[in-house]
């Protein structure tokens, strides 16, 4: 990773973390040079990749600031992992993740199923074998053969806007999968889901794909909703936990600093007074 994108990153996450919220001033650039480490060319160029992912904005007289959330490229996949990173993976986008894929994969499954050449019908019987391999044998990686599974779908639905958002579903994706394909026996339990989904497509049957890959959408919703509801922190994985205890250290640190500048103030003012 190169220090633009490092640094990219950590501003990224500590503004989906709530570190820097909407409305507030960033530290001013001799400040954050400071913190981050890096110099002022590379921290201008990621403010400036920031600013064209609609998280902040410069202003006259003002300085850079957050913007709301409505503003934010939502469906870039940057600020997809870095809300999933920061926060982990709650109720609510856990809830939005689940809707856009409700939105988008029963009529990519159905639209697969009447147009999917025979080299997308390969990619998806591989991709499904795969996900058995990896979960009855524990031979490869489960994750992604999940990943690709859907990700084949969608590109077998054969529609160029649908297929534009490839690149975002399968971010999507591993966003879930990563997280319900950790549930005890999840793995062995979806396969027959998956391969309800993968028979319908080959075999050419529109509603009985979409209403097949519906179930297993119920399906993973019910896992992460348990999930969720039995330990919030859920899906947070080690490594983000680690990156949220960071930001937590971080923001108390500057919330030390600051009650002690206050301190020193009001010494300060109480010498003047005497």
């Known amino acids: 990773m190169t220090l633009y994108h490092d640094t990219l990153e950590r501003l990224g996450k500590d503004i989906c973390a709530g570190r820097y919220r909407p409305g507030q001033v960033i530290p001013a650039e001799p400040l954050l040079c400071a913190q981050l480490g890096v110099s002022r060319i590379v921290l201008r160029e990621a403010i400036k990749g920031l600013a064209s992912k609609g998280l902040l904005e410069a202003r006259r007289r003002t300085g850079t600031v957050v913007l709301e959330q409505n503003r934010w490229s939502l469906l870039d996949p940057e600020v997809m992992i870095w809300r999933a990173d920061a926060n982990g993976v709650d109720l609510a986008l856990g809830s939005d993740i689940m809707e856009l ?3 988008i994969e029963p009529a990519a499954a159905r639209l697969a199923a009447e147009r999917a050449r ?36 969608i590109r077998a639905c054969s529609n160029p806007f649908v297929t534009q958002l490839q690149s ?5 994706l591993r966003i879930c999968f990563e997280r319900v394909a950790a549930v005890p026996g999840g793995r062995i339990h979806s396969l027959p889901l998956h391969r309800r989904v993968c028979e319908a497509i080959e075999q050419r049957r529109p509603s009985e794909a979409g209403d097949a890959i519906i179930a297993l959408l119920d399906d993973a919703e019910s896992d992460m909703r348990r999930l969720l509801n039995a330990d919030p922190g859920a899906f947070l ?26 301190a020193l103030e009001e010494r300060h003012d109480r010498s003047v007074l005497i």
């Open 237 to 262: 994985t080690p490594a983000q936990k680690a990156s949220a205890a960071e930001i937590q250290k971080r923001a108390d640190q500057e919330l030390d600093r600051k009650k002690s500048d206050k």
């Open 168 to 172: 975002v579903m399968s971010t999507v």
């Open 118 to 153: 025979p080299e997308e019908l390969a990619a998806l019987r591989a991709a499904y074998e795969a996900m058995a391999a990896a979960a009855v044998d524990g031979q490869g990686d489960y994750v992604a053969a999940d990943i690709a599974f859907h990700s084949t779908i």
């Open 101 to 103: 894929r409700r939105i």
